[in-house]
């Protein structure tokens, strides 16, 4: 069975840090990336790393505060989020799909599978 699953999600206070996880089982992927979705609104790109680590991306209102990196042995990919603010408020969701080793991807529709979210909530 092909599972995404998330953890590290909680309740922090603004310009602090989390750092989420996401372990993939049953099949190898390549690209591996990070969304979010506050209530109310679209799910949106947040970061995705390539098979290498070499290759990685951000949403611009995540750049210089997330890092995104992955152990391949270990399968997992994990999301350092620091200097949070209320506005990072969202549930977070592993996203996971087969490309190119050096290739990743900001588009929702390029990933075939999904963890089922951790809620991360920023208090002011």
């Known amino acids: 069975q092909v599972r995404l699953v998330e953890s590290g999600g909680g309740l922090v206070q603004a310009g602090g840090s989390l750092r989420l996880s996401c372990a993939a089982s049953?099949?190898?992927?390549?690209?591996m990336g990070w969304f979010r979705q506050a209530p109310g609104k679209e799910r949106d790109f947040v970061a995705a790393?390539?098979?290498?680590?070499?290759?990685?991306a951000y949403a611009d209102s995540v750049k210089g505060r997330f890092s995104i990196s992955r152990v391949n042995a270990k399968n997992t990919v994990y999301l350092q989020m620091n200097s949070l603010k209320p506005e990072d408020t969202a549930v977070y969701y592993c996203?996971?799909?087969?490309?190119?080793?050096?290739?990743?991807?900001?588009?929702?529709?390029?990933?075939?599978?999904w963890g089922q979210g951790t809620q991360v909530t920023v208090s002011s």
């Open positions: 996203a996971a799909t087969l490309r190119g080793f050096y290739e990743t991807s900001n588009s929702l529709s390029d990933y075939n599978t």
């Open positions: 049953g099949r190898t992927f390549t690209t």
């Open positions: 790393i390539s098979w290498s680590g070499g290759s990685t």
